[in-house]
């Protein structure tokens, strides 16, 4: 029998805010695949198809009780590094970055299934061991393997984006829970002055965008051009914007990626400031209504578990949009539910099942 307060409690708003979500990114999608008159119909069903396999998704994440997340936590965390591993052994290599992997009916991209599980991982770490006066810095050791070893395996495909934001979305759950301020601040003194470590051991194309992010006039035709053409884009869309199929930049191919990492500017440029507003309106609404049901949950584990979603979401808008806007450098990280790309859309809508879970379940008390 179904206990009526699951339907009582069910987040109609977090739902309808990702269902207004994803049709922006329909439209934009619509508008990015549209040129010389017809529509590259193929890439436009494909992801019609993943959103339809990510409502089924998020329909099995709210269903179960997510108390079985903090049961097969650690489990499914060793499950998402042993995808990583299979993807550097096995894995698709598009571009030069092996960041597939071949499952058979579909080629995921493991690194985005590592998000939620690492979030998982250390709700349940954190929900077991909460220290009153912040964690010191020997009582992160665990955690910090957790973090390290998937954000190395993600780093060597290379995909510096994904690992960064696997690192941001770890330091923010760290400094949920508390860290002790000395601690905290000795962390800090170790990050920074490992910053030109970091510069000599990366490759010679990541220096290169960040070099770029300085000053993209550098290399206008190469490493520069991405974000010129963005910018520009961007920009001529104004206030109001010039209106849907009409955005030059856009239909006439200046930006690359413009349906994947890029599809921000095409809605920008079509739409103006006041789409761009909206759709940055309704990811915060969204974000907010995540904080809210941590806030909320009734049990440790569900406090973390909501926030920790909840900034998977907010790192990525906040980096695609930064990067879009020439404010951090280009890592290809997709835009949450309007970026073409099957992966990234069912996770994320898997990651809004488990939002809409601890919402349903924020009455019961936990032993």
């Known amino acids: 029998m179904i206990d009526r307060r699951l339907i009582q409690n069910f987040d109609w708003v977090l739902l309808l805010l990702t269902a207004a979500i994803i049709a922006v990114g329909l439209v934009t999608l619509y508008s990015a695949l549209s040129y010389g008159g017809k529509v590259h119909a193929g890439i436009l069903t494909r992801q019609l198809y ?10 099995l994440a709210f269903s179960l009780d997510y108390q079985w997340l903090e049961r097969f936590a650690y489990p499914a965390y060793v499950f998402g590094i042993v995808l990583l591993v299979a993807v550097l052994l096995q894995g698709k290599t598009v571009s030069g970055s092996k960041r597939w992997l071949d499952l058979g009916l579909v080629v995921a991209q493991p690194s985005e299934l590592m998000k939620p599980l690492l979030v998982i991982g250390l709700a349940r770490f954190f929900a077991r061991q909460e220290k009153r006066g912040g964690y010191r810095l020997r009582e992160l050791g665990l955690p910090a393997i957790m973090v390290i070893v998937p954000v190395v395996l993600v780093a060597m495909e290379p995909d510096l984006g994904t690992s960064a934001l696997l690192l941001a979305i770890s330091v923010s759950m760290i400094l949920f829970v508390g860290v002790n301020l000395n601690s905290l601040l000795l962390l800090a003194g170790i990050s920074l002055s490992s910053l030109p470590l970091f510069w000599f051991l990366m490759k010679g194309y990541q220096r ?3 070099l770029t992010l300085l000053d993209p006039g550098r290399d206008p035709l190469g490493a ?3 974000i010129i053409q963005s910018k520009i884009a961007v920009g001529s869309g104004q206030f109001w914007g ?5 955005g030059t930049q856009s239909q006439l191919r200046f930006i690359p990626e413009h349906h994947t990492d890029f599809i921000f500017t095409v809605l920008a440029e079509e739409w103006g400031f006041v789409g761009s507003l909206l759709l940055l309106a309704l990811f915060l609404c969204l974000l907010l209504r995540g904080l809210n049901v941590a806030r909320r949950s009734r049990d440790q584990f569900g406090v973390l578990l909501g926030f920790g979603i909840t900034a998977i979401i907010f790192w990525h808008v906040a980096v695609n949009i930064a990067m879009v806007l020439g404010m951090l450098p280009v890592v290809g990280i997709p835009l949450p539910l309007v970026s073409y790309g099957g992966s990234s859309a069912v996770v994320t809508m898997a990651s809004v099942g488990i939002l809409l879970n601890v919402a349903m379940r924020k009455f019961v008390f936990q032993k």
């Open 208 to 210: 290169q965008r960040v």
């Open 50 to 59: 993943w959103y339809g396999l990510g409502v089924l998704v998020m329909i």
């Open 224 to 226: 520069g051009y991405h």
């Open 242 to 246: 010039k209106g849907f199929l009409k």
